[in-house]
């Protein structure tokens, strides 16, 4: 079974047993969350909500909770000897999915 959710602005298929990466999300690691916005239920029957699933829910636990990879953020004026060389490391929670209910 698998499921389609929505967080962060963003659409992800989840699974159970599989870890998920996501933008930063509130709690401690060990936290359990529960995801309401559940765009799409699939498996032996799928479910396509407009726009969610009624009464559907995908239950995770918090594994990690850091950063992700430095990204290097380059920006140069031609001709004009301007140069500038800028890190980032955006924070990212990862996710164990734990249960999917339909």
Known sequence: MYAVIKTGGKQYKVAEGEFLKVEKLEGEVGD???????????GEKTVVGAPLVAGATVTAKIAVQGKDKKILVFKSKRRKDSRKLRGHRQFKTVLKIEKISA
């Open 32 to 42: 359990s969350i529960e995801f309401a916005e559940v765009l799409m239920v699939g």
